[in-house]
C-alpha cells in the first residue's frame, strides 16, 4: 500500500472537493503537500484522518482558525486537550444562548400571529387588516 496519496484521491477519500483540500493546506489545518517527481501533489495517507476530524470538529462549531491552533500545538507535542474541552464548552454555552434566544422569538411571533388571526377574524374580506403597522404600533409599547 503505498504510503502516499494525490490529493484528488484525498478529497475523493474524504468527501470533498480538490479546492478543499487546497484550502485546508492554506490555513494549516493539513500539512503542506510534497511534490513527486511528476509535480503532483501527494499527501500522507493519514491525511484522511486529519481531513475527517476537520470536517467533524467543523460541524460541531469549531473554526478552521481554531483547529489550526490546535492541530499545531498537537503536531508540536503538547496535547490540547483540556484546551479543546474548554473551548468546546463556550461553544455549548453560545449554542444554548442561540437556542434561547430563538426560542423567545419564536414565542413573540407566535403571540404576534394570534393577534393577527384576531385582527383577520374581524376585519371583513377587501379591508386591510394593517398586520404590519401593528408591529410599528407594538414596537412603540
Aim: aromatic fraction near 4%; glycine fraction near 8%.
Amino acid at each position: 500500500m503505498k504510503d502516499e496519496i494525490l490529493s484528488g484521491e484525498l478529497a475523493r477519500m474524504c468527501g470533498v472537493s480538490p479546492d478543499t483540500i487546497r484550502h485546508y493546506e492554506r490555513v494549516g489545518v493539513l500539512p503542506g503537500a510534497v511534490r513527486g517527481s511528476n509535480g503532483y501533489r501527494l499527501f500522507p495517507r493519514e491525511s484522511v484522518a486529519r481531513v475527517l476530524l476537520v470536517r467533524r470538529a467543523l460541524a460541531i462549531g469549531f473554526s478552521l482558525e481554531e483547529m489550526a491552533r490546535i492541530l499545531r500545538q498537537r503536531d508540536a507535542g503538547t496535547p490540547p486537550c483540556r484546551n479543546v474541552r474548554a473551548m468546546a464548552e463556550e461553544k455549548l454555552a453560545e449554542l444554548d444562548r442561540r437556542i434561547a434566544q430563538t426560542t423567545a422569538m419564536r414565542e413573540e411571533l407566535a403571540g404576534i400571529l394570534e393577534q393577527w388571526d384576531a385582527k383577520l377574524a374581524t376585519t371583513p374580506d377587501g379591508e386591510p387588516a394593517l398586520l404590519l403597522q401593528s408591529l410599528h404600533n407594538a414596537s412603540k409599547e
